[in-house]
């Protein structure tokens, strides 16, 4: 009896040392945090390249408001595929030669929050001399853009003005000569007239023939649906506090790329709209949206993952307000930051919740938005992201 006794006391002294043997190594530079290892990642996901093609002359100024309050209820959309897909969004703004630009490229991103803090750089000017620069618009969104190499990936340009294409310019590349390298790449082209011009009807109607997408025309002002809620101003609020929980590392030009990013939410906190801020709280909640609201090289997620280990990072490679800590007092950080999070996530997910329920509400009473800009559009990329496989049987449209 006694030596069974002693055996069960060495075994327990035994693996008390070596469960503490990682806290006191490397001189005590290291402690334990409590490791809950992620979800597996499914590296067959679906994905969506997006791109807008919108022309920026002065008579588009209700056009691009609307794309700035609609990008984020778009990427919603697209993330409610039962099997949720990596979203991509880029973007090719264009006016005429002989205006302040041609074009300006934001290339294809899942990091959407610096898509959108270009997007609300967009204004109206210029034009005013139809026909645009709609070719080479058409033929940059085709050519420079980072498109997936995946032939299982939805591609798709919706193509967004109100004037034809200039058809006279030398050294251009016409838009059916782009269609047909898009057909070759995999990629659909959508378009959308705003307003009622003749010219641009044809010529829109003849793209989407071409490529076998879809036309639909909306109203000068882009017939977007206006929706707020009682929920969005709390959702914005808690949105900008857990973008404050970021903690990211890693070597100079990936912190450069994140101290980007975090500029561009700064930038959108401060400029965009309440409505617009819910509606990204909203797409941020989803898994598609995971990687826009963190992202990678992030020390909460990664060392409380088992992904990474804080003995192992340097100290250069640690966010500066962790610098001057003790490894005890990093540690300590990282997981009160990481249940402030959790806390976070679950108040956005309950309130995302309410707001949809809200505007469904509100949509019944309204009688719906056949004819809207969202309804049209989202319509179109279900219907097409189909073919490639994304399912969306059942889903509403969220606003």
């Known amino acids: 009896m006694k030596s069974k006794i002693l055996a069960l006391s060495l075994f327990v002294i035994t693996a008390g040392v070596i469960g503490l043997y990682p806290m006191y190594q490397q001189g005590n530079a290291h402690v334990n945090v409590p490791v809950q290892p992620l979800p597996a990642q499914n590296t067959q996901a679906n994905k969506i390249d997006l791109v807008f093609a919108l022309d920026t002359t002065g008579s588009m100024g209700g056009m691009i408001e609307a794309a700035k309050e609609k990008i984020w209820s778009i990427a ?6 039962k099997s949720a897909p990596e979203i991509r ?13 041609v074009t300006k490229i934001v290339d294809l991103s899942s ?10 750089d967009f204004t109206a000017g210029g034009g005013g001399d139809t026909p645009e620069s709609v070719n ?7 050519t420079k853009m980072s498109w997936s190499q995946s032939s299982d990936a939805y591609k798709v340009i919706f193509v967004v003005g109100d004037a034809p294409a200039q058809m006279n310019y030398r050294n251009d590349v016409k838009y059916p000569v782009s269609i047909k390298l898009a057909r070759q790449k995999g990629i659909i082209v959508n378009t959308i007239q705003c307003g009622q011009d003749a010219n641009t009807l044809t010529q829109w109607k003849q793209m989407a023939s071409l490529s076998q997408g879809q036309f639909f025309n909306v109203a000068q002002n882009g017939s977007a649906v206006a929706m707020t809620t009682p929920f969005d101003e709390p959702l914005a609020s808690l949105s900008k506090d857990l973008d404050s929980t970021r903690l990211y590392y890693g070597k100079a030009e990936v912190l450069e790329q994140k101290r980007r990013k975090i500029m561009a939410t700064r930038k959108m906190h401060e400029k965009a709209s309440v409505a617009s801020l819910a509606r990204r709280a909203t797409f941020n909640e989803s898994e598609s949206g995971k990687i826009n609201a963190i992202g990678e090289n992030d020390l909460v997620e990664d060392i409380t993952s088992g992904r990474a280990d804080l003995a192992t990072i340097s100290v250069e490679e640690l966010p500066k307000a962790m610098q001057a800590m003790s490894p005890k007092e990093q540690q ?7 249940t402030k999070r959790q806390k976070l996530k679950n108040s956005i997910s309950s309130l995302a919740k309410k707001r949809d329920e809200y505007i469904k509400k509100e949509m019944e009473q309204r009688g719906g938005a056949k004819d809207s800009l969202d309804d049209q559009l989202i319509g179109a990329l279900r219907l097409q992201a189909k073919e490639k496989g994304i399912d969306y049987d059942g889903k509403s449209v969220a606003y």
């Open 89 to 101: 969004i880029g973007l090719v703004a264009f006016r005429d030669r002989g205006d302040e630009y």
């Open 332 to 338: 300590r950080l990282i997981l009160e930051t990481k």
């Open 111 to 120: 990091d959407l929050d610096s898509v959108y803090a270009k997007l609300m």
């Open 76 to 81: 919603t959309n697209m993330a409610q595929a």
């Open 136 to 142: 080479q618009a058409l033929h940059e969104a085709v």
